[in-house]
């Protein structure tokens, strides 16, 4: 790889997770995640020895008489090597990781103040250029996302819509001064991501490592974020379990009508709602004991399409898989599948004990 360290800087619900999810999955290539900005006492206390050392009268800070004794052996690469091993030994504990070529972390926790009752803003610029000190060849990735889905999602749902647009707005703006003329500095979208765009390719031939389609499906289609699993419910002897892809915006099954057990035809349905951003032809393939079938999806939901009003996908998200026969034990996987036949396994069905199924 082209740098020894990576850094990703964006704000809450971006996708980071799921980027750090890509990155990891680069050979010798370590990304933790965030850290409630660990690193940004380690900036306030770089600045303070550097304003105690401007500011004092070299010569009598060697007199114990000073006010300043001492602050003329303030000694800033020291506290760089110092600082640098001390994050270093807690992103990558000795006894716990033995190898690695590029290391670093995601933090989300750069954004201005929400009121003026908050603390001062950051000085994002110096802050910035703290960090790429303090982890020399540092790569830093910029990730943004629509506002619109990012006020959508998780807690920013609860804050005000039009101070948290104003906050993004002027920390992506204050993002786009610094990266100009800046070599290792690399901006990507939300849904780059998602959609796999060539600035998703371009991303990892900027970081000098190889693309794998395979790996990057992998990831894709892995729950990412702390955002609970999507619950399935179960009636009798029939259990329904659906992951959280970052693709869909909501999915659930639909209580079963009566209690099934092992052998009966199985009717299973909910909905299915894609991101609002993704575009293409999608489609659900559910794979069981007796083959594989196409699940019809794309019958009309009006529940989704109140909740989630300017969702394209919600209007027509219901889906209906018929005649599965399971015996006791038994489980069926159902799949995600984009137009170029990538498959994101989004739920399972089973009957009997889950732990059991096969």
């Known amino acids: ?48 020895f550097q304003k105690t050392k401007k500011q004092v009268d070299v010569e009598n800070s060697l007199l ?14 020291q506290f760089l090597v110092d600082a640098r091993a001390l994050l270093i030994n807690q992103l990558a504990p000795p006894k716990a990781v033995t190898y690695y070529q590029c290391l670093g972390f995601k933090e989300i926790r750069y954004l201005p103040p929400e ?26 990735i910029f990730l943004t996302r629509d506002h619109e889905q990012v006020i959508n999602s998780g807690w920013w749902k609860e804050k005000n819509p039009g101070v948290t647009k104003k906050r993004l707005t002027v920390f992506e703006g204050e993002l786009a001064n610094y990266s100009e003329g800046k070599s290792w500095v690399f901006p990507i979208e939300y849904r780059d991501m998602t959609k796999r765009t060539q600035r998703l390719q371009a991303l990892f031939e900027f970081l000098g490592a190889p693309y794998s389609k395979k790996k990057i499906n992998k ?27 970052d693709l869909v915006a909501h999915a659930s099954f639909d209580e079963p009508k009566a209690k099934l057990k092992a052998g009966e035809l199985l009717v299973i349905q909910g909905v299915v709602v894609l991101m609002p951003e993704l575009l293409g ?46 015996k006791d034990g038994q489980s069926a996987n159902i799949y995600l599948v984009d137009n170029e036949n990538n498959r994101y396994c989004l739920a399972a069905v089973g009957v009997g004990n889950k732990e059991e199924r096969k």
Request: proline residues 5%.
């Open 1 to 48: 790889m082209k740098y020894k360290h990576i850094l990703i800087v964006t704000y809450g619900r971006s996708g980071s997770t799921l980027l750090q999810g890509l990155l990891n999955s680069i050979d010798s290539c370590l990304v933790r995640g965030e850290n409630f900005h660990a690193c940004y006492g380690l900036f306030r206390a770089f600045d303070s």
């Open 64 to 77: 114990s008489t000073s006010p300043w004794y001492g602050a003329s052996l303030v000694d800033e690469e």
């Open 115 to 140: 009121s003026e009752k908050e603390s001062a803003a950051m000085d994002l610029r110096n802050y910035l250029d703290f960090l790429t000190r303090l982890l020399p060849e540092c790569a830093l």
């Open 219 to 245: 990831v894709l289609s892995a729950k990412h974020s702390y955002a609970p699993k999507l619950k399935g419910k179960g009636g009798g002897g029939l259990w329904q379990s659906m992951n959280r892809l």
């Open 281 to 326: 032809s999608y489609k659900l393939v559910a794979e069981n004991p007796a083959g594989e079938e196409v699940i019809k999806w794309g019958m009309p939901s009006p529940a989704m399409a109140k909740k989630f009003p300017k969702n394209p996908h919600s209007k027509r998200a219901r889906f209906r898989m018929n005649g599965v026969r399971l």
